[in-house]
């Protein structure tokens, strides 16, 4: 049986990425008496060759109804396909079925819920990150079973060994069935110096997906009381960003400086800070995971669930005796020959003869329609090869393999493509840019003389440009499809507030089903267009500001004349800064980066003795401003909290600071020293 998920309709290629199979008897064909070992231990997924098998296991199994399987998929693109075999006697489950291998190593933590009333709240992950309940039962999911929180007592204590102590990259997802959104609801939490994820913080923002680091940041949409909802945040340590999902879609982004802790066990349906926050209702499928998810893995998430038949389809099982056999692309291609290759996965119920079929067209299974034919005679199960010769150069070919017992004939599902030729790769589009995300482009074409059927496409991605940093990975892998005469493949690039110069991605073909080449092409990635303004002592405010021979006298002036994104870069030295109508001296109402070049040691900016006013005041509307390598001297009313400036009050005007921070002297006269990244003083120093 095949399934096919034509459902995953976005352009990136998800890797390792675990989707849901359901078997039921509403698959035409299927019966659970097809399954000859134990209960199901014969069955078997492999990737669309029909010939590498792939991890799975099983959260339920149903025989009088539906059972739910995981399968991962090595990579998931648009109509990927893999393959269930089962109907074999004598066989042992494989060993993925129990030890965690369907979830890679970015999954902390995989808690399917769906164990009962009784006994742990098992970890799907080789981590083995185990659930104790409190109080919590068994419930119906949005997949199998679930877990019911009453929402005053109930929650599940994981532990806090070291693969939960998530310092960098984060996604957490889950589904929640709420009966009520009223007050704090817990969802999972580590909660101390780490992280607390909750509905409606404090008592307030009802029913909205929130997440604390050092500062509650929240997400937009309110949770449907009595409904099923997925809820997903991802936290980037690179962008400094925390992103809200709903339903699979963004639903709101922050700014988030400070990366998570490690202290606290992890807790699964309350707040965990010594208990509170619990919640009400049904919860099923909790997932930790040390890396930052994208929009598309995220909604692909969702839509697995949540639509799952559209999402993959799973073909009319293949009953009976007769053999079964792939088709696999061809290798060694030269100019006048090629090795066919196909794979018996299986004979069937009786010795099996397997055949070639080759020629410049696709006859499909009219064995009279090929121009050649290689018998390989009777085979057992695995790998057939032959060399064929005489070909004409430039010319595509097609092959198809079948395998014939005495219960019948069985073709390959597809047929495959070789290239007497040489593809041609060029950029098409050298030029990428972070300003507007504009993508650069390859393209990969063969003459128009070559177009009757696909033909895979193998390549490798170097350059100086990080794939998921500087622009979204590429999966190695594409085709040019039947009647086209090229593909293109896009390099999409992906924004930060880096002032990095133009990095390359440089697109290499590798050995597929042509004639061997190793051309190669670049597309470079520029920067956002940010502009770079300069401060000095020695500076005029008269100047342009655009060097350092024609720097600004003042910090004010320059954050005046920048725009979003820019980066004002301030040189050694004090400044003093003065404040109108009762506001701010620095008001950061845009996303601007202002830098002491020389770290807070050296770089000072001061308040005058006898005013009154807060130096420094980041607004809402600028998530992503940032302050670094500065003395904060002779503040208004300053006291630190966790990496944030507050007035006495408890009003936030929202400093963001980074790495860390010293308070020193009175509140009167208050000094707050701001250091400088690593990164930000070696690209000053041009190192």
Request: with cysteine; charged share 15%; aromatic share 10%.
């Amino acid at each position: 049986m095949s399934i096919t998920f034509s459902g995953y309709t976005r352009s990136e290629p998800l890797t390792n990425f675990p989707v849901l199979v359901i078997f039921s008897t509403n698959i035409t064909g299927f019966s659970y008496s097809q399954f000859l070992s134990a209960a199901n231990d014969d069955l078997r997924f492999t990737d669309e060759s029909e010939t590498n098998e792939i991890n799975y296991e099983i959260e339920t199994w149903d025989t009088n109804g539906f059972s739910h399987v995981w399968v991962q998929v090595p990579v998931l693109t648009n109509h990927a396909r893999i393959w269930a075999f089962w109907g074999k006697a004598s066989q042992s489950a494989p060993p993925c079925r129990t030890n965690g291998a369907t979830w890679d190593a970015t999954f902390r933590g995989v808690w399917h819920l769906a164990e009962g009333s009784s006994g742990s709240n098992l970890d799907s992950t080789a981590y083995c990150n185990h659930g104790a309940r409190n109080g919590n039962v068994a419930s119906s999911g949005i997949i199998a079973g679930a877990q019911e929180f009453n929402g005053s007592s109930a929650y599940i204590n994981c532990g806090n060994a070291t693969s939960l102590q998530v310092t960098t990259n984060l996604t957490l997802s889950i589904w929640i069935k709420p009966d009520t959104i009223a007050g704090e609801r817990g969802l999972a939490s580590k909660w101390g110096s780490s992280w607390c994820w909750v509905i409606g913080h404090d008592g307030t923002d009802l029913g909205r997906n929130a997440l604390y680091f050092n500062g509650w940041k929240v997400g937009n949409t309110v949770c449907s009381v009595g409904a099923w909802n997925h809820l997903a945040v991802t936290y980037s340590d690179q962008l400094d960003v925390m992103q809200f999902y709903y339903n699979g879609a963004p639903d709101g982004s922050a700014a988030q400086t400070q990366n998570p802790g490690t202290s606290a066990n992890l807790e699964i349906g309350r707040r965990q800070n010594g208990g509170g926050g619990y919640f009400d209702g049904v919860i099923d499928e909790v997932r930790v995971e040390a890396a930052t998810r994208s929009s598309n893995w995220i909604w692909a998430c969702w839509m697995n669930i949540a639509s799952n038949s559209a999402f993959g389809a799973c073909s009319a099982v293949k009953l009976g005796g007769t053999p079964s056999v792939s088709c696999l692309p061809a290798t060694g291609v030269t100019v006048d020959a090629a090795c066919l290759k196909g794979w018996i996965v299986s004979t069937g119920l009786a010795d099996s003869a397997a055949f070639v079929f080759w020629g410049r067209w696709d006859a499909g299974q009219d064995m009279g329609g090929w121009e050649h034919t290689n018998d390989f005679g009777v085979c057992q199960e695995g790998a057939l090869c032959t060399n064929i010769s005489g070909l004409v150069a430039d010319t595509l070919y097609v092959c198809r393999f079948a395998a014939s017992n005495q219960y019948g004939m069985s073709w390959s599902e597809t047929a495959e493509a070789l290239y007497t030729g040489q593809p041609v790769l060029s950029a098409s589009d050298p030029d990428a840019s972070e300003t507007g995300l504009d993508p650069g482009e390859f393209s990969i074409a063969r003459p128009s003389s070559a177009t009757g059927a696909l033909l895979r496409i193998n390549y490798s991605i170097s350059g100086s440009a990080t794939a998921g940093a500087d622009f979204a990975p590429l999966s190695g892998t594409t085709a040019i499809s039947a009647g086209a005469t090229n593909v293109l493949v896009l390099v999409s690039p992906l924004f930060d507030y880096e002032i990095e110069g133009p990095e390359t991605v440089v697109m290499t073909l590798t050995n597929g089903p042509y004639v061997a080449t190793f051309a190669a092409a670049t597309v470079t990635v520029a920067d956002a267009a940010h502009a770079t303004w300069y401060v000095a002592p020695s500076g005029s405010d008269l100047n342009g500001g655009t060097s350092w021979g024609d720097a600004l006298a003042t910090p004010s002036n320059a954050l005046f004349r920048a725009s979003a994104g820019d980066t004002i870069i301030v040189s050694n030295g004090t400044y003093n800064v003065y404040a109108t109508n009762g506001g701010s001296a620095l008001v950061f109402d845009r996303n601007v980066r202002m830098i002491g070049s020389g770290g807070p040691a050296a770089t000072i900016l001061r308040r005058p003795g006898g005013d009154s006013y807060r130096i420094v005041e980041i607004t809402a509307g600028a998530p992503e401003a940032l302050i670094a390598g500065f003395t904060i001297r002779g503040g208004k009313d300053c006291a630190v909290q966790t990496g944030r400036c507050r007035r006495s009050h408890g009003r936030r005007y929202g400093l963001e600071l980074l790495d860390h921070l010293q308070q020193l002297g009175s509140a009167a006269d208050a000094e707050l020293q701001v250091p400088c990244s690593r990164r930000d003083h070696e690209r000053r120093s041009g190192r």
